[in-house]
Nanobody
Framework: QVQLVESGGGLVQAGGSLRLSCAAS????????MGWFRQAPGKEREFVAA????????YYTDSVKGRFTISRDNAKNTVYLQMNSLKPEDTAVYYC?????????????????WGQGTQVTVSS
């Protein structure tokens, strides 16, 4: 069983930055592919970013490319999402997700484990 705990959300003005963290339990974190998803009110959950088990490959949805950066520290069992130049349309609950088989995907159904989410609100 893998437990994921997100932190770092909050209220920020447009143009500001936040850094989300997702701490994972489990001794084999370094073998997991990790993803970040978000869900805004009244909308479906959408893919934001993903990172391979080694950190060598990263993927982003088009709307966040150049503004968000996903990274991981396998020694700390933690994955991060650095969010810069935030926009009001980035407002959502952000979730991290883990695939213990190490395969990256933008499809939410691919991931076996999910955190509880952290709220990000960007004011205009």
């Amino acid at each position: 069983q893998v437990q994921l705990v997100e932190s770092g959300g909050g209220l920020v003005q447009a143009g500001g930055s936040l850094r989300l963290s997702c701490a994972a339990s489990g001794r084999t974190f370094s073998s997991y592919a990790m993803g970040w998803f978000r869900q805004a009110p009244g909308k479906e959950r959408e893919f934001v970013a993903a990172i391979s088990w080694s950190g060598g490959n990263t993927y982003y949805t088009d709307s966040v490319k150049g503004r968000f950066t996903i990274s991981r520290d396998n020694a700390k069992n933690t994955v991060y999402l650095q969010m810069n130049s935030l926009k009001p349309e980035d407002t959502a609950v952000y979730y991290c997700a883990a695939d213990p088989y190490g395969k990256v995907s933008s499809w939410s159904g691919h991931y076996d484990y999910w955190g509880q989410g952290t709220q990000v609100t960007v004011s205009s």
